[in-house]
Nanobody
Framework: QVQLVESGGGLVQAGGSLRLSCAASGSRFSIMRWYRQAPGKQRELVASITSGGRTNYADSVKGRFTISKNYAENRGYLQMNSLKPEDTAVYYC???????????WGQGTQVTVSS
């Protein structure tokens, strides 16, 4: 059974950094995405990475966030630098094991950035 477990969230001051981790069970994932959802707002795509290493970012995080993967550990990461209060949200990882396969979600991890 596929399972995604996030870790690394927490409270940080504006300008600080956090690194989120998403551990995937089972075989090697193909695509990993990070989403976030702030209170009262829709869930939004933050970053994605393919098996070939192609990355995409939301305009709001470009130059500050970096998505990466480590297939040896079957993990994905989201390095978040220069954090802003508006980055405060629950962050979710999402993964697929093939482009036509269903996707799976982690339980979410809270990131709070204080001003």
């Amino acid at each position: 059974q596929v399972q995604l477990v996030e870790s690394g969230g927490g409270l940080v001051q504006a300008g600080g950094s956090l690194r989120l981790s998403c551990a995937a069970s089972g075989s090697r994932f193909s695509i990993m995405r990070w989403y976030r959802q702030a209170p009262g707002k829709q869930r939004e795509l933050v970053a994605s990475i393919t098996s070939g290493g192609r990355t995409n970012y939301a305009d709001s995080v470009k130059g500050r966030f970096t998505i990466s993967k480590n297939y040896a550990e079957n993990r994905g990461y989201l390095q978040m630098n220069s954090l802003k209060p508006e980055d405060t949200a629950v962050y979710y990882c999402n993964a697929q094991w093939g482009q036509t396969m269903p996707d799976y979600w982690g339980q979410g991890t809270q990131v709070t950035v204080s001003s």
